[in-house]
C-alpha cells in the first residue's frame, strides 16, 4: 500500500523569500513521484515529476524537488516566491506496478506568498 | 490544443438523486481516470477506463460507475447521492501505460448534494 504525507497544511512566506514544501511517502516498491499545483476553481497542473535517474528534478515556474530515497521524501522547493504562486500543492505517488494513472495524493499544502 | 474538458462545472443534486458527469480527455489520449477532491482534502482515486473497460478501481462503493465511449470521452454515474458525495470531481487523460507520463486533468464539476 502507498501514502503520502505532507507535514504541512499551511505554509505562509513573504514574496521573494524561499520556501520548502515537505512531502513523505511510504511505499513497498519502486514508485513515481509528483508535484501537482491547484489554483482555486481550477483542476490540477503538474509542476514536476520523478521517474528515475537524477535525483534533482527541476519543473516549471522556477520549483524543483529532490527524491530522497534513504528518507523516503520528495520535498518541494523555489528559492523566491512570487504573489502568483499561492495556491494549494499536492504531493502524489504512484507505482510501477499499477503505473503513473493511479495515484495517491496527499491532504495538500496551501502556499500564501505575503506582500 | 484543447485539453481535457468537463461538464458541468456546478450542479447540485437531493440525497438520493442520480447524477451523470461528463469528460472529453485531451486529444491523443485515449484512457481517462475519475477523481473525488472532498473539501480541504487531495484527490482520491476512484477508477480508469480504457477501451471501454474498466480497468482499476479504488476504494468506492458500486453506486460510482462509469462508462467510456469509443471516441474516448468518459462518464461517471452517482447513484443514490449521499451528503458525503459532495466534492469537486476531476476527470484525468493520459496515453495507456505512460508510465510515468503525467495525468492531464480537467477543472473539475463541483457536485453538491443538499
Known amino acids: 500500500a502507498q501514502s503520502v504525507t505532507q507535514l504541512d497544511s499551511q505554509v505562509p512566506v513573504f514574496e521573494e523569500a524561499p520556501v520548502e514544501l515537505r512531502c513523505n511517502y511510504s511505499?513497498?516498491?519502486?514508485?513515481?513521484l509528483f508535484w501537482y499545483v491547484q489554483y482555486p476553481n481550477q483542476g490540477l497542473q503538474l509542476l514536476l515529476k520523478?521517474?528515475?535517474?537524477?535525483?534533482l528534478v527541476k519543473g516549471i515556474n522556477g520549483f524543483e524537488a529532490e527524491f530522497n530515497k534513504s528518507q523516503t521524501s520528495f520535498h518541494l522547493r523555489k528559492p523566491s516566491v512570487h504573489i502568483s504562486d499561492t495556491a494549494e500543492y499536492f504531493c502524489?505517488?504512484?507505482?510501477?506496478?499499477?503505473?503513473?494513472?493511479?495515484?495517491?495524493f496527499g491532504t495538500g499544502t496551501r502556499l500564501t506568498v505575503i506582500p | 490544443d484543447a485539453g481535457v474538458t468537463q461538464s458541468p462545472t456546478h450542479l447540485i443534486k437531493t440525497r438520493g438523486q442520480q447524477v451523470t458527469l461528463r469528460c472529453s480527455p485531451k486529444?491523443?489520449?485515449?484512457?481517462v481516470s475519475w477523481y473525488q477532491q472532498a473539501l480541504g482534502q487531495g484527490p482520491q482515486f476512484i477508477f480508469q477506463?480504457?477501451?471501454?473497460?474498466?480497468?482499476q478501481r479504488g476504494n468506492f462503493p458500486d453506486r460510482f460507475s462509469g462508462h467510456q465511449f469509443p471516441n474516448y470521452s468518459s462518464e461517471l454515474n452517482v447513484n443514490a447521492l449521499l451528503l458525503g458525495d459532495s466534492a469537486l470531481y476531476l476527470c484525468?487523460?493520459?496515453?495507456?501505460?505512460?508510465?510515468?507520463?503525467?495525468?492531464?486533468f480537467g477543472n473539475g464539476t463541483r457536485l453538491t448534494v443538499t
Open positions: 484525468a487523460s493520459s496515453p495507456l501505460d505512460s508510465r510515468g507520463s503525467a495525468l492531464h
Open positions: 511505499s513497498s516498491v519502486s514508485v513515481y
Open positions: 520523478y521517474l528515475s535517474g537524477s535525483t
Open positions: 502524489a505517488v504512484s507505482d510501477y506496478q499499477t503505473g503513473a494513472n493511479n495515484l495517491f
Open positions: 486529444s491523443g489520449h485515449d484512457t
Open positions: 477506463y480504457y477501451e471501454e473497460e474498466e480497468r
